[in-house]
């Protein structure tokens, strides 16, 4: 019988441009399929993993937690760094907002949309939705959306747009 260290492997998931930490943590522990605190694990980061994926970055991610973290999602630390917000800029944990316009070109969560200056789409000027306009249901956390739809009704985040209203 042979020594033979057994090498973990991973999907690679490349990041939108423009996509939530949150987002970008559940799409990658889904195609891997990992939970919030095996990924934790494979980075040797703890649990933070699951705070993170919520918008509670209160200690903010630190530059060796990134670090860490970027070599099991095999994403640069600093692209991981764009992904949360910049310096100083207030975040909404709740309610998760979005853009349907935006989601039906991109199907992800923009870090936009979460930030508490943030209540329009700059790219469609539509005020940004906080829940189904067709149901009322909240939107889940970023990392839960699989399949960019409500919940409870099923109707499709982009085909959400045309409840939004302009500006």
Known sequence: MNDWEIQPWLFVVEPYEGESLSHFLGRFRRENDLTPAGLGREAEIGAVVSRWEKFRLIPFPSQREL???????????????????????????????????????????????????????????????????????????????????????????????ESQKPL
């Open 67 to 161: 670090e860490k973290l970027a070599q099991v999602v095999q994403v640069d630390a600093a692209r991981l760094r764009v992904m949360l917000p910049p310096d100083g800029v207030g975040m909404k944990m709740t309610p998760i907002r979005l853009c349907g316009a935006c989601y039906r070109e991109v199907r992800c969560h923009r870090m936009e949309w979460q930030y508490k200056t943030s209540d329009r789409c700059d790219k469609h000027p539509l005020r940004l939705l906080s829940e189904c306009p067709n149901c009322g249901a909240r939107f889940p956390i970023p990392s839960l959306w699989q399949d960019g739809w409500c919940t409870r009704c099923f109707t499709t985040f982009g085909e959400m747009a």
